[in-house]
């Protein structure tokens, strides 16, 4: 059972142009509720070894912790869905709740989902 908040190794080849390719660490993103009742594709944020300083709310800096074995970050524009079959091994480790508000924050910038706003 996959959970939000939990990080897996995905395959997410063949890539194309600047997405994320091979296999890698995800974050799951999507509803608690899609998860439970087991929905065939789960909304990700994939995650990069490649580490740039400075560049929220495009990229979140993830500790290595459990199985997730090196400090990565999030690439929040590159959110996606994947079908299922893509998650090959997990969890790797799972986000805290502080964390996971961040990443909600990073999305909800990233996508302009700020009802707020014009």
Do not use: C, F
């Not at 500790?63 to 990565?72: E, V």
């Amino acid at each position: 059972m996959l959970n939000r908040g939990e990080v897996w190794l995905a395959d997410l080849d063949p890539k194309r142009g600047t997405e994320p390719g091979k296999t890698r660490p995800v974050l799951i993103v999507q509803a608690q509720a899609l998860l439970d009742a087991q929905h065939p594709s789960t909304l990700i944020v994939p995650l990069t070894t490649v580490l740039i300083e400075g560049a929220e709310p495009l990229r979140i800096r993830v500790s290595a912790a459990g199985r997730l074995r090196r400090t990565s970050e999030l690439l929040i524009d590159q959110l996606r869905a994947i079908d299922n079959r893509r998650l090959v091994e997990g969890p790797l480790t799972k986000l805290s709740v502080a964390l996971m508000g961040r990443v909600h924050e990073a999305i909800t910038e990233v996508l302009d989902l700020d009802q707020d706003r014009n």
